[in-house]
């Protein structure tokens, strides 16, 4: 039993020092001069609610996963399985930072886009319109792969839903602050991933 409890601590611990170090890479990003404080906000963007409601669904799927592996005590899956839940993990940090460097100021969390943010239709953006929401799919599935975990794939499923219907109401914000998103979507027909969605 005392096996297990240790397994417990440092699976948490690893998750911990995981989403430290993701929370660290976010808010520690800079926009041009200014505080940290003031980027946070400009990070944020002004639907707060959105932010918090992600904030804590990624963070409940971030704690269950070492939870679930600790519970179970023996994988249902191969091990194989993990490697590949890390090859989607660095897969989706590779997209994820890509996508950031493509958007540089105008980056938000927030669904409406920046007051002085501007149109970005380049890099992967031009390939799809939504690939930061790419990253995180991509992110949750080799999470879920790599704790073999069927209560962080269910996450996942939360976790598409909550982007489908983020995705609508910000392309609809989209549409509404530039004139140039519906020749934008003409062009780039794929949401998320190409001829698939």
Known sequence: MRGHWEALVTNTSNAVRCLKLVCRS???LRHGSGTRVQNVRRIIGSDSGWVLAQTFLFVSIALVGPFDAWRRRSGSFPASVRVVGAILLIA???LARRSRA????AFTMSPTPLEDGVFVDSGVYGVVRHPMYTSVILGMAG???FWRSWWVS?????TMAYLYIKIRLEE??????FITYQSYRARVSWKLLPRIY
């Open 26 to 28: 976010v808010f520690t």
């Open 92 to 94: 989706s940090v590779a």
């Open 102 to 105: 493509d958007l540089a100021d």
């Open 143 to 145: 999470y879920a792969a």
């Open 154 to 158: 269910a996450g996942l499923v939360a």
């Open 172 to 177: 609809q914000r989209l549409s509404e602050r």
